[in-house]
């Protein structure tokens, strides 16, 4: 079984961030939560600069502190922390009866009646803290999935009653569905004990694995964002990039495996990108690049593990003729 190369694991365990060690013992080398390094790491994170930066953070409006709460989680915090538990409460407070969250509430265009995003941006973050399974969260997760179109993507939104166009940049080969918003409503599924091997997390992985480009300038963008690096400013734009860090570690999670030719051809053309000691270096950020690392060792690992247990899934799809538009500066 692969795991990520033996220099690699030293090296990240090396890093002077404890968030990031912590995650290496836990994710890369199982380390149970009680052992003493690993309990002495999840200590120093919450006094490490990083974080405390986050926690005295004050959001402006409900969309950044949506993505507060999401990299506190990336960090490793979660609801027993009072200041997550705090902004927890407060993102759930704006939660419709339905299950979505107004549309008001984010930095959108007022002609949308619904956009799927209105759920699975909000979502991800409640997840990352530990509320995947918060009774308002899985109202949330069912008001997600009825958004479905047919083929199991996800729409940009309705305009009118009448879907919403699907720019050459966010387009899903092959589907009317729109990838931003299937990939952001992956990014929640996969983050929910029960719903990350369901069928519509399967299927959304399947349509985004259709489109095959190889934008290795975009590669880390979520890790930046996670890290405050590029700032969150559009809506339905929110994953204008198609960051193949990010698709694999979504995809890793659903419990597929390299059996499926993409997801094979996909992992060839990453390793193929290490660098020294077994590193990824960020393509925009070089002090990232040990954060890319681990995102992606992480994900090689559950793919490598699926196939070891025998339960992995391979999809189906086909491999479709992707051409790529410019994203606009919009929403």
Same mark, same amino acid.
């Given at each position: 079984?692969?795991?990520?190369?033996?220099?690699?694991?030293?090296?990240?365990?090396?890093?002077r961030?404890?968030? $990031?060690?912590?995650?290496?013992?836990?994710?890369?080398?199982?380390?149970?939560?009680?052992?003493?390094?690993?309990?002495? $790491?999840?200590?120093?994170?919450?006094?490490?600069?990083?974080?405390?930066?986050?926690?005295?953070?004050?959001?402006a409006?409900?969309?950044?502190?949506?993505?507060?709460?999401?990299?506190?989680?990336?960090?490793?915090?979660?609801?027993?922390?009072?200041?997550?538990?705090?902004?927890?409460?407060?993102?759930?407070?704006e939660?419709?009866?339905?299950?979505?969250?107004?549309?008001?509430?984010?930095? #959108?265009?007022?002609?949308?009646?619904?956009?799927?995003?209105?759920?699975?941006?909000?979502?991800?973050?409640?997840?990352?803290?530990?509320?995947?399974?918060?009774?308002?969260?899985?109202?949330?997760?069912?008001?997600?999935?009825?958004?479905?179109?047919?083929?199991?993507?996800?729409? #940009?939104?309705?305009? +009118?009653?009448?879907?919403? !166009?699907?720019?050459?940049?966010?387009?899903?080969?092959?589907?009317?569905?729109?990838?931003?918003?299937t990939?952001?409503?992956?990014?929640?599924?996969?983050?929910?004990?029960?719903?990350?091997?369901?069928?519509?997390?399967?299927?959304?992985?399947?349509?985004l694995?259709?489109?095959?480009?190889?934008?290795?300038? +975009?590669?880390? #963008?979520?890790?930046?964002?996670?890290? !405050?690096?590029?700032?969150?400013?559009?809506?339905?734009?929110?994953?204008?990039?198609?960051?193949?860090?990010?698709?694999?570690? $979504?995809?890793?999670r #659903?419990?597929?495996?390299?059996?499926?030719?993409?997801?094979?051809?996909?992992?060839?053309?990453?390793?193929?990108?290490?660098?020294?000691?077994g590193?990824?270096?960020?393509?925009?950020?070089?002090?990232?690049?040990?954060?890319?690392?681990?995102?992606?060792?992480?994900? $090689?690992?559950?793919?490598?593990?699926?196939?070891?247990?025998?339960?992995?899934?391979?999809?189906? !799809?086909?491999?479709? +003729?992707?051409?790529?538009?410019?994203?606009?500066?919009?929403?």
């Open positions: 079984m692969e795991t990520a190369p033996d220099d690699a694991v030293w090296l990240l365990l090396g890093d961030s404890p968030a $990031l060690r912590a995650r290496v013992l836990a994710e890369l080398l199982d380390v149970p939560e009680d052992d003493p390094e690993y309990a002495d $790491l999840a200590a120093r994170r919450l006094t490490d600069a990083d974080t405390l930066d986050l926690l005295a953070t004050r959001p409006d409900f969309q950044e502190s949506v993505l507060l709460l999401a990299r506190l989680g990336h960090l490793g915090l979660d609801r027993s922390h009072p200041r997550v538990a705090e902004l927890h409460e407060r993102v759930l407070a939660q419709r009866a339905d299950g979505a969250f107004p549309l008001t509430l984010f930095r #959108t265009d007022d002609r949308y009646s619904m956009i799927p995003l209105q759920a699975s941006i909000p979502l991800r973050a409640l997840a990352a803290v530990g509320a995947a399974t918060d009774p308002r969260a899985e109202r949330a997760y069912d008001w997600l999935v009825d958004q479905r179109l047919p083929d199991g993507s996800w729409p #940009t939104g309705l305009v +009118a009653g009448q879907p919403g !166009g699907v720019p050459a940049y966010r387009r899903l080969p092959g589907s009317p569905g729109c990838r931003a918003n990939q952001a409503a992956l990014a929640a599924l996969v983050l929910h004990p029960g719903r990350a091997g369901s069928e519509p997390a399967r299927r959304a992985v399947d349509l694995l259709r489109r095959e480009t190889r934008d290795e300038w +975009a590669l880390g #963008t979520e890790i930046s964002r996670m890290h !405050g690096r590029e700032r969150a400013a559009g809506f339905i734009s929110h994953h204008a990039r198609f960051d193949l860090a990010f698709v694999l570690d $979504l995809a890793s #659903t419990g597929i495996s390299s059996a499926d030719a993409r997801i094979g051809d996909l992992t060839a053309f990453l390793r193929g990108l290490r660098g020294a000691g590193l990824w270096e960020h393509p925009s950020h070089p002090d990232l690049g040990r954060w890319l690392t681990l995102s992606l060792s992480v994900s $090689l690992r559950r793919l490598d593990r699926a196939l070891a247990r025998g339960d992995s899934w391979a999809g189906e !799809g086909p491999r479709l +003729a992707f051409r790529s538009g410019a994203a606009p500066a919009g929403v």
